[in-house]
């Protein structure tokens, strides 16, 4: 993709939802091949402060799956295994989306334009980390920016993430996990935000598109839905 093609996309706003949500469309090809051919050696201190960040958090790591592409950015994600720091599963962070501020369509506010994405699993599974990866590089591609309570389809009709799942959106809120939760990150001068990616059904995302994301989080309260990803769990509403 050329630069002229690049700096053409983005989302065209489509008002709002009955909850309040900004609905925001896309032309399609979101998830295209990342742009490539860039100097990494600019980048490498940011990544060595996240890594030491990490390890600090979650101790070390054993495993990252690495990008082998020259995508730009540049995504890693790390994978903590079981038992590390007394965690009883696997913990997946991504590590390079922060290394470009996104594009704050809205608010304007500087201190989310910096963002990694967490999700936690049972099992090792490399699809959860190319999943990672290829949301790390959506805002980027698409020149808009991912934010706690954004809900964002899988695809244009929505279609399940894994097989015959009945999960097909993404919501991205702040994780409820320590020590992650309660510790202020920074990848240069900037706030570090780290976002949890929690899977929704579609009438879980519809409900939260009528009532707002509070409905959501009272619905998790109510249900106790748990930190660890489950792609056969079934419909909350």
């Known amino acids: 993709m050329g630069l002229k093609d690049w700096l053409s ?36 201190p940011l990544h060595e402060q996240r890594e030491t960040q990490y390890t600090a958090l979650f101790g070390e790591c054993e495993t990252v799956y690495h ?3 020259p995508f730009i950015p540049h995504i890693d994600v790390f994978i903590y295994k079981p038992g590390t720091r007394g965690r009883p599963f696997f913990t997946y962070i991504t590590s390079g989306m922060s290394d470009l501020p996104m594009t704050i369509t809205a608010t304007g506010d500087t201190d989310l334009t910096m963002a990694e994405l967490i999700f936690y699993a049972d099992e090792a599974n490399n699809d959860y980390a ?14 808009t920016w991912l934010g706690s309570g954004h809900t964002m389809s899988n695809g244009s009709p929505p279609h399940p ?4 799942s009945e999960l097909d959106t993404f919501l991205f809120m702040p994780t409820i996990v320590e020590p992650e939760s309660s510790e202020k990150l920074t990848v240069g001068d900037q706030r570090l935000n780290l976002l949890w990616v929690v899977p929704l059904t579609t009438r879980e995302s519809e409900l ?20 660890v990803f489950s792609p056969t769990r079934k419909s909350y509403v």
């Open 130 to 143: 190319e999943l990672l990866r290829k949301l790390a590089h959506f805002p980027h591609e698409n020149r």
């Open 9 to 44: 996309r983005g989302p065209k706003n489509e008002g709002k939802s009955p909850g309040g949500s900004d609905i925001l469309r896309y032309g399609g090809g979101e998830f295209d091949l990342p742009s490539v051919d860039f100097t990494e050696e600019s980048f490498l």
């Open 208 to 227: 939260k598109l009528n009532e707002g994301i509070s409905a959501i989080y009272t619905l998790f309260d109510r249900v106790k839905h748990p930190v």
């Open 161 to 164: 993430m894994f097989g015959n």
């Open 67 to 69: 990008e082998v592409l």
